[in-house]
């Protein structure tokens, strides 16, 4: 059976903590002569249908390292671009290479590549979740802390992809997550029953004080993600008082980590004093997106023993 990634659920509460075992052990063995090379031999097809820095980076980086070969192809340089049904694409990958990563607007379209690709496909974000993002987040928290039990996880801002997948995380490791999030702006209902019925203490509140109270970990992302830029000022004034600052910082543990999965948008949902502070791991996050995205890979492609 083809082992598809879409959400962080495919892995399951021992998977994901094994996927970021792993993703401890590709940090620490980077660039040692023995590091292992498991991909030796097989292509990586790396697909963007939406812009990326950290994703294809970390993804192209990856597969070489694993020593495998990146295929990187973009809606604008390929037949996706002009309409090329994403049946047809599985279909013709499948018989060329050994795992497909996708990039993509809605969940729709990585289910349809996933139901006609013979070999695995990573979600590599979409509008509604972003898991390969939180393996580097709690890889990162829990570098950081030592651990992830026992620990209060904050977010901050629009209930967007980025945290629907950490109240999936939640739900899967039964943390304490507190969301706070303007009306109208909730992330996924369904995802929030689902962490709930599955033991963790998750809660969407409006106030930012709230969330922000004795917190280990506060992440944050931009109030106006891809594809709405024509909300940009409706949004703005939405989200006003809910910008990462240092005085709402003040309010959570003093050894908080502050997460924000880039591009940062300083002084808008992050001040920049916050963003380059002595409590900001922004940087180590970013790195751990090469590591987690080796465990992900070796993970989907049955190459983890």
Known sequence: MTRHFAS????GPEGLLRVLDASDRFALGRGAPAEPKPLAGKSVALLFEKASTRTRISLEVAVVELGG?????????????RGEPIRDTARVLSRMVHAI???TFGEDRLREMMKYSSVPVLNALTDESHP??????????RRARGTLSGLKFAWLGDGNNMANSWIEAAGL???ELVLA???????????????????AKVSVVREPAAALDGADVVSTDVFTSMGQEAEQQRRLEAFSGFMLSGQLLARASSQVVVLHCLPA?????IEEAVLEGPRSFVWDEAEARLHT?????????????
């Open 173 to 175: 490791l039964g943390l």
């Open 181 to 199: 999030c303007p009306e109208g702006y909730d992330p996924s209902g369904r995802e929030l029953a689902r962490a709930k019925e599955r033991g």
């Open 132 to 141: 390969m993002q939180l393996l580097a987040d709690l890889m990162t928290a």
């Open 265 to 269: 948008h300083r002084g808008e949902e």
């Open 8 to 11: 962080l659920s495919d892995l």
């Open 293 to 305: 995205s080796k465990a992900a890979l070796v993970w989907a492609m049955g190459l983890d023993g």
């Open 69 to 81: 070969h990146p295929v990187v192809v973009t809606a604008q340089g390929s037949q996706m671009g």
């Open 101 to 103: 990563t996708l990039r």
